[in-house]
């Protein structure tokens, strides 16, 4: 029998305010659709899709958990960053509450995750920047970098960026891993 068809499986957690569309951006990792009106009860919490990472040479299964609902249950979530190599730490480009809260929602990932794990800001829903936007790229790019954090705006609604920013983090946790750290 043939062995497995990957390299390494990578644990993913995706964590932000209720709303930002973590549920959406698995959904369009995974399956390459976006729906408008998702059922809050029926929140996607886990998707895996094999991504190929070429500079590495390597094929990684990425095994993704999204929040789904539970982010006023804290010690639930807390669970779902056992063993994660990476995290996408989500706002919404249209929502300054969201950005501020993504303060909140690191400290609980540095407070609870692997001190190693690779964490990349995400904001989301980039389609609606024209009319609607609230957070300047340059305010998420710097506290990014301030915080040491990968980053990038996506649309889970266009699906713009959205394998790059699985695939940026990635890159980065075999660069971690080949080079031991
Ligand atoms: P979650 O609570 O963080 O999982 O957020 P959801 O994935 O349930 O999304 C919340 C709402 O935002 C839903 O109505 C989605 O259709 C919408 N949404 C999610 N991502 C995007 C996006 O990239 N662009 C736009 N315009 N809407 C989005």
Wanted: proline share 3%.
């Amino acid at each position: 029998m043939a062995g497995p068809s990957w390299n390494y499986v990578l644990k993913f957690i995706i964590t932000g305010d209720a709303g930002v569309g973590k549920s959406s951006l698995l959904v369009r990792l995974t399956d390459q659709r976006f729906l408008a009106n998702p059922d809050p009860t029926l929140g996607v919490e886990f998707g895996s899709k094999l991504i190929t990472i070429p500079e590495e040479d390597k094929v990684v299964k990425l095994q993704c958990w999204d929040t789904a609902g539970t982010e006023s249950f804290r010690s639930i979530t807390r669970s779902y960053y056992r063993g994660a190599a990476g995290c996408l730490l989500v706002y919404d480009v249209t929502s300054r509450p969201s950005f501020e809260h993504a303060q909140m929602w690191l400290a609980d990932v540095r407070a609870h995750a692997d001190p190693h794990l690779t964490c990349i800001l995400v904001g989301n829903k980039n389609d609606l920047s024209n009319e609607r936007r609230q957070v300047l790229t340059t305010e998420g790019e710097r506290w990014a970098q301030e915080e040491g954090l990968l980053f990038v705006e996506a649309s889970a609604k266009s699906g713009a960026n959205v394998e790059i920013a699985f695939e940026t983090a990635a890159r980065d946790i075999l660069s971690k891993i080949r080079r031991g750290v």
